[in-house]
């Protein structure tokens, strides 16, 4: 029922930058938690950046001053904004969601955007 697509994804060019947008399906302020991650292949996927539960926004200290994070609830779409970047920021993003329910939480991902950074 709920999908989450990744836009924005492409080349960019050490200190260049990028703006990634998910789109829900669904009302994201249904959503008690959105986020962004990223994943290099052998890696672990890793948190960048996101709202929780209680409202605040956090990021990875990799991408703290360099990313930043919205929402649109009128669009039902969050957006990461990627500024100063950097090769190590080469990843495949993901856009996560959780809706919370009665028996449990169900959780989302979307496909994922390839993000590149040249040196």
């Known amino acids: 029922q709920v999908q989450l697509v990744e836009s924005g994804g492409g080349l960019a060019q050490r200190g260049g930058s990028l703006r990634l947008s998910c789109v829900a399906s669904g009302d994201i302020s249904r959503f008690d938690i959105m986020a962004w991650y990223r994943q290099v292949l052998g890696k672990q996927r890793e948190l960048v950046a996101g709202?929780?539960?209680?409202?605040?926004?956090n990021y990875a200290d990799s991408v703290r001053g360099r990313f930043t994070a919205s929402r649109d609830n009128a669009k039902d779409t969050m957006y990461l904004q990627m500024d100063s970047l950097k090769p190590e920021d080469t990843a495949l993003y993901y856009c996560?969601?959780?809706?919370?329910?009665?028996?449990?939480?169900?959780?989302?991902w979307g496909q994922g955007t390839q993000v590149t950074v040249s040196s």
């Open positions: 996560y969601a959780r809706r919370p329910g009665r028996i449990g939480a169900s959780e989302y």
């Open positions: 709202f929780s539960a209680d409202g605040r926004t």
